[in-house]
């Protein structure tokens, strides 16, 4: 199941899918600030894309301590069909009441400026904090369309621009409700 608009010369795809297996420049990861690797989407890509991964976590575990929410830090991807991973720390969803919306856009913005200083021309994104952090599905799936759209909007004429977002859904709830709401980028 695939479906895509088009923003200025990137196009925005839509599928239900396993992330791990999406070949793109960069895949994101739904990390933990710890980036050891955890449950759902992090785990998956710690396991599919083997010790690699966690080898270059752990260095920048030891350069900067971590990832900060809102955050975003590139690594190889290991055996992913993927160049990157890009690893950003989504907010735990308290109410609204800890700037989690803008925490929740800073990862897809964040991701984005990594992408462009990697010059990679495809991205996927997962579905950032709707598992176990609790993230609204449908405020979330605003903030990452809203984020991509000015973003692409604003993108610089000196950089050349990503050709393919991807955004991967695990479950029918996140597909339904990006697929409606894509329809108004």
Same mark, same amino acid.
């Given at each position: ?15 239900? $899918? ?16 710890? %980036?050891?690797?955890?449950? $759902?989407?992090? +785990? ?7 010790? @690699?991964? %966690? ?48 925490? %929740?856009? @800073?990862? &897809? ?19 950032? *904090?709707? +598992?176990i &952090? ?6 979330? /799936? ?6 991509? /759209?000015? *973003? ?12 393919h ?12 409700? &990006?697929? @409606? ?5």
């Amino acid at each position: 199941m695939e479906h895509s608009v088009q923003i200025n010369q990137t196009t925005i795809s839509l599928l239900k $899918g396993d992330i791990t297996k999406i070949k793109a420049d960069a895949i994101v990861n739904a990390a933990n600030t710890s %980036l050891l690797g955890g449950g $759902g989407v992090d +785990g998956a890509i710690h396991k599919a894309g083997g010790k @690699s991964i %966690l080898e270059e976590c752990m260095k920048i575990r030891e350069r900067q301590g971590g990832c900060a929410v809102g955050e975003a830090v590139t690594t190889t991807a290991g055996n992913l069909p993927a160049s990157y991973v890009i690893h950003t720390v989504g907010p735990v969803w308290n109410g609204g009441t800890n700037n989690e919306m803008e925490k %929740l856009r @800073s990862c &897809y913005m964040n991701c984005l400026r990594l992408a462009a200083e990697h010059n990679v021309k495809s991205i996927a994104f997962p579905n950032i *904090s709707t +598992g176990i &952090y609790r993230f609204p599905k449908q405020l979330a /799936a605003d903030i990452a369309l809203k984020a991509v /759209a000015d *973003s692409l909007n604003r993108a610089s004429t000196e950089q050349e621009p990503l050709e393919h977002i991807t955004f991967v859904c695990f479950d029918d709830e996140n597909f339904d409700i &990006y697929r @409606s709401k894509m329809t108004g980028l």
